[in-house]
């Protein structure tokens, strides 16, 4: 409900509005939903712990605390999915109800708000999914006082090794995810009668836009100020300016806290995501092209239906769940494969492929089958038609997803906490271990960690917008 409150002022700003860095800001607020949730929960945890710039309010390991950054992790979504359909809205009946003496609010009540419905609703199910489903913020903001389904399959694998309990709270959170993506996907063939196929071109804010410009730069700034006291903080030693964190990435820690230097675990991440990039998109591919063919009757229609429902499941089944599943199917006898070095890589591929899906099946369902049509009757073949008509429309999407699933395969932290090995862990792993041990060194080399993550996260994210 709050990343929806906070997120509809802005997506009507940036996607109807023109106004100078009005890209440049859309790109900075996508960044945060691809932030690992491990930075995420590191930079609440420095904004409001005892000492940092928030911490006299006292939200430090609080609900509110974790509230805070699943609606921070999140508003993009509401941003970007209201915002692609406010952008496409038709503008005469609104300009038809303000003509006949509506009120801006009426307008908006009346006219604007049902033809957006469908879109807030999508982005709502959506944002509720991730929430429900987040395990790295809960981790790092509840500890072990605030538990979720997630910490809780967690904990009874990993310290109480309880696999039947942790089994049945997956069958349960399965079960809920499977309705609710069935009613999302209900709400999201609602048909809008308003959206247009060109959309209209952004206009001059007039003073009634000044309240959503206002909003979109308080957002703005809400967004900034925990990623800008993590950078503070990890520049920050005894009282001074220092980089001192940062050079002791090459150690293992205080105490030995670390098997491996954290630099080590970053070309671990790195190789990690590339892998999975590939894997993901080559899944992808196969899934759009499958998903987007013509279906020649209603049994087929509804099996690529079941199918794409069945490819989504990951969007909203926790990669905790996704985790424990390899566990238990992958790690034991006759199928031990807890040491191949691809089983991560296809965990983390699985995660990001709903969004390479939803990114490659819309252009792919864009294309016009006629000119497949005509490049066949042209004497083309199969492939000859494809890299002739396909390839050229679908290159820079590719693209996209492949940054995409770089993102977040670089900063995947529930599966790959159940499946990496002590000596080859990803950077995610390693910041939550240096969290948990103590010392002033060590929370320092977690800051530096999250921000060397985020930072390579956020440089992927821009170049791909």
């Known amino acids: 409900a709050v990343a929806v409150v906070l997120g509809l002022p802005a997506a ?15 790109s900075a607020l996508l960044v945060p939903f691809v932030l690992p949730t491990v930075v995420v929960g590191v ?3 420095q904004l409001l712990r005892e000492g940092g710039p928030l911490g006299f309010l006292g939200l430090d390991g609080t609900p509110l605390a974790i509230l805070a950054g699943l609606v921070f992790f999140n508003v993009a ?4 999915t209201v915002g692609a359909t406010w952008e496409n809205l038709d503008r005469r009946p609104a300009e038809a109800a303000a003509a006949l003496g509506a009120s801006p609010a009426r307008v908006f009540v009346t006219v604007t ?15 509720f999914l991730f929430c429900a489903t987040a395990f790295g913020v809960v981790l790092t903001l509840g500890g072990v006082r605030y538990a979720s389904v997630e910490t809780e399959i967690y904990l009874l694998t990993t310290v109480l090794f309880d696999l039947q309990g942790a089994a049945a709270l997956s069958i349960v959170q399965l079960v809920a995810v499977v309705a609710l993506l069935a009613v999302a996907a209900r709400v999201r063939r609602v048909a809008d009668p308003t959206a247009q196929r060109a959309a209209p071109r952004p206009v001059r804010p007039r003073r009634s836009d000044l309240p959503q410009l206002a909003a979109t730069v308080g957002l703005l700034v809400l967004l900034a100020a925990p990623i800008g006291s993590l950078v503070v903080r990890s520049l920050r030693d005894d009282g001074s300016w220092s980089l001192v964190h940062y050079r002791n990435l090459a150690t293992t820690g205080g105490d030995g806290a670390l098997v491996v230097p954290v630099t080590t675990a970053l070309a671990n991440s790195l190789q990690t995501a590339l892998d999975a990039t590939w894997i993901a998109l080559l899944l992808g591919l196969l ?3 499958v998903l987007t063919r013509r279906s020649r009757s209603a049994t087929e229609r509804r099996v690529r239906g079941v199918l794409d429902g069945f490819f989504m499941l990951p969007l909203g089944v926790s990669a905790v769940t996704l985790g424990f599943g390899f566990l238990v199917t992958l790690g034991r006898e006759p199928l031990d ?5 691809l089983l991560v890589p296809i965990a983390q591929a699985l995660v990001a492929l709903p969004l390479v899906v939803r990114t490659l099946v819309p252009v792919l369902a864009g294309i016009d089958d006629r000119q497949r049509q005509a490049a066949a ?6 492939w000859r038609t494809a890299l002739t008509v396909d390839v050229p429309i679908v290159a820079r999407p590719v693209v996209a997803a492949a940054g995409f699933a770089f993102a977040v395969s670089l900063g995947e932290f529930g599966a790959t906490s159940f499946l990496s090995r002590a000596d080859h862990p990803t950077v995610p792993v390693v910041i939550f271990r240096l969290l948990g041990r103590p010392g002033e060194d060590n929370y320092g080399m977690a800051l530096a960690a999250s921000v060397v993550l985020a930072a390579t996260t956020a440089l992927v994210i821009l170049a791909v917008e």
């Open 43 to 45: 930079a609440f945890r």
């Open 77 to 80: 979504v509401v941003i970007r």
């Open 337 to 341: 494969l807890r040491t191949w070095p």
């Open 12 to 26: 009507y700003a940036l996607h109807r509005l023109d106004f100078p860095m009005r890209g440049a800001i859309r």
């Open 377 to 382: 009757s042209l004497g083309a073949g199969a």
């Open 287 to 289: 899934v759009a092209v």
């Open 113 to 127: 708000l049902p033809a957006l419905r469908p879109a807030i609703v999508s982005a709502a199910s959506v944002v």
